[in-house]
């Protein structure tokens, strides 16, 4: 098998790692090159295993992107939510869907670099802790203790509920038709009593500058943009594993939105991102 031949065959697996660290689209992609043109340059007969050697090309490039893009995100305005993987109904695959939700990403910001890639390189993408430790530069075993806290940091915070296609399609059915009549108790009849938003637009569009908890709060701050913006379109679209909607002003596409829904069938987390930049083209 030939080297590109090799490469290809490891891109979905590459960008899947690079995507889970940085949140964007454009920076994982811009890794992936990186570790391409580095696999071309490698000595091929001296690569004993291609996956191996390229994961922790990929961890160490995403670990220096991920260092450079903590510091811009300690300004960012609002809360900070992963650009969203968009595509048609349907055609994502389901594997691995919970850690590419919107909700598990957020949670992965809350670690620290080095513990980011420690985790999703381990139990994520089952990487053995020798690899672990060459692409954070470290031992193996200070890359066993990064695992381990990154573990029990996550399991503390993680989602509550795993990724529910099946919950997520009906629940956002049940709440973009209660948004359209704008009724707040039917609304909040669909949310969990501590249901939490979180908008990210920014700075560059209008939206909540802190998360919104409560589902009195969260009602009020939909029923606010409703009126504001009162015809606006749904689509149903795959968004990072699970089900989402595109919501259009006319022609113009104005947010993604995702949820989390609990074993009750209620929103427990909505996710809204409005910021141009993060938005499919």
């Known amino acids: ?35 391409y043109l580095r696999w071309q340059a490698a000595a091929q007969d001296e690569v004993r295993s291609p996956k191996s050697f390229l994961t922790t090309v990929v961890a160490r490039l995403a670990l220096d992107a991920l260092k450079a893009a903590h510091r811009k995100r300690e300004t960012y305005v609002g809360p900070w939510l ?35 890639v420690a985790f999703f390189m381990r139990e994520v993408f089952d990487a053995g802790y020798d690899e672990v430790a060459a692409a954070l530069d470290t031992s193996e075993a200070n890359g066993r203790q990064l695992v381990a806290r990154a573990r029990k940091h996550v399991q503390e915070r993680r989602p509550r509920f795993a990724v529910d296609r099946e919950r997520q399609s009906k629940a956002l059915t049940e709440f973009l038709r209660a948004s359209a009549t704008g009724d707040p108790a039917r609304l909040t009849a669909l949310l969990a009593e501590d249901a939490v938003l979180y908008s990210d637009g920014g700075g560059k569009v209008r939206a909540a500058l802190n998360p919104i908890v409560g589902a009195d709060k969260v009602v009020r701050f939909l ?19 699970g089900v989402g909607v595109m919501l259009f002003t006319e022609k113009k596409l104005h947010s993604v939105l995702t949820v989390d829904v609990d074993l009750q069938g209620r929103i427990a987390g909505l996710y809204l991102v409005s910021n141009p930049e993060k938005l499919p083209g």
């Open 1 to 35: 098998m030939s080297s590109e031949t090799q490469f290809q065959e490891l891109r979905p697996t590459l960008f899947a790692l690079a995507y889970r660290m940085l949140g964007t689209r454009a920076d994982a992609e811009d890794v992936v090159q990186e570790a």
């Open 82 to 116: 992963p650009e969203p993987i968009v595509e048609p109904l349907g055609t994502q695959h389901v594997e691995m869907a919970e850690s590419l939700s919107i909700a598990f990403l957020r949670v992965m910001e809350s670690l620290s670099p080095a513990e980011r």
């Open 223 to 241: 029923v606010g943009v409703s009126r504001k913006i009162p015809d606006l379109r749904a689509e149903f679209v795959d968004v990072n594993g």
